[in-house]
């Protein structure tokens, strides 16, 4: 199983990114996938996940970021719209059991790709 991100930089508050996930190794239909985030000093937190118990949005990102997969490519997406600066973080896609529950903790993902908000 191999993740890698990418797509990350520097925006502005408001500003836009898509980052990208290339995947290898497993099938988005039997695992749950997804996105989570670290921030210095802060807590891991899941910025999305769909698996066996459904699909979840953070309430921080919720309106402003969508989640997408391209099967055929083994890809997975994040648009991340009106971007604030509390965004600012290290960004990882991961995959792990069925369940959401331990998205970002147990499991796989990348090396992450650093996103910044800053004017």
């Known amino acids: 199983v191999q993740l890698a991100e990418s797509g990350g930089g520097v925006v502005e508050p408001g500003g836009s990114l898509t980052l990208s996930c290339a995947t290898s190794?497993?099938?988005?239909?039997?695992?749950?996938i997804g996105w989570f985030r670290q921030a210095p000093g802060k807590e891991r937190e899941k910025v999305f996940c769909?698996?066996?118990?459904?699909?979840t949005y953070s309430e921080s990102v919720e309106g402003r970021f969508t989640f997408s997969t391209n099967n055929a490519k083994n890809m997975m997406y994040l648009q991340m719209n009106s971007l604030k600066s509390e965004d600012t973080a290290v960004y990882y896609c991961?995959?792990?059991?069925?369940?959401?529950?331990?998205?970002?903790?147990?499991?796989?993902w990348g090396q992450g790709t650093q996103v910044t908000v800053s004017s």
């Open positions: 769909q698996g066996i118990d459904g699909t």
């Open positions: 991961a995959t792990t059991g069925s369940s959401c529950l331990f998205l970002g903790h147990v499991g796989a």
């Open positions: 190794g497993f099938n988005f239909d039997d695992f749950a």
